[in-house]
């Protein structure tokens, strides 16, 4: 079964508004956490990770959130800005990335 | 920036030809991948390479496929035989996993596509 997935396929979110984008994963002996962002035509970029020994860990625009309990991550995107615009996914693992099914990242103008 | 860079961008091939896709990884990354995404969906493992062997490979990694670092600079992964199911967007990645980070960087991808 997948380890990481997506809850929404899509999400359409204002400019200036903060987008929360979430992911469920179902191993409980995950302890590396990854956001990537692909714009169309490129490959996965790195955005920010996390370890599974916190909850919480802030980028610039950008936060990520770890619920062991209930094995939830979301990334949150502060002033949503059209570059933003892109599919994101959530994945797991150190060396062998395990991606999930991705959010694509509607922007409103 | 160092960057991940991958050659061809695109690549047509017929149903059983044999494909060599290349990578250049970043140059002082020691740990190097293969990805593949087929249209629409995912990004999935292929195989992860170190010291001049295979880490771990996926179940998709069957024995069509091989990877290679010729020399310093390029990692390749080779298809012997395509089948049209093979047609999906490679990418290569890379990582240093010094000091504990893990970031892979990943290139722009190579575009297969098998008729």
Known sequence: ?109 | EPEVTQTPSHQVTQMGQEVILRCVPISNHLYFYWYRQILGQKVEFLVSFYNNEISEKSEIFDDQFSVERPDGSNFTLKIRSTKLEDSAMYFCASSDQGQGLYEQYFGPGTRLTVT
């Open chain 1, 1 to 109: 079964g997948e380890s990481v997935g997506l809850h929404l396929p899509t999400l359409s979110v204002q400019e200036g508004d903060n987008s929360i984008i979430n992911c469920a994963y179902s191993n409980s002996a995950s302890d590396y956490f990854i956001w990537y962002k692909q714009e169309s035509g490129k490959g996965p970029q790195f955005i920010i990770d996390i370890r599974s020994n916190m909850d919480k860990r802030q980028g610039q625009r950008v936060t990520v959130l770890l619920n062991k309990t209930v094995k939830h991550l979301s990334l949150q995107i502060a002033a949503t800005q059209p570059g933003d615009s892109a599919v994101y996914f959530c994945a797991e693992g150190r060396d062998k990335i395990i991606f999930g099914k991705g959010t694509r990242l509607h922007i409103l103008p």
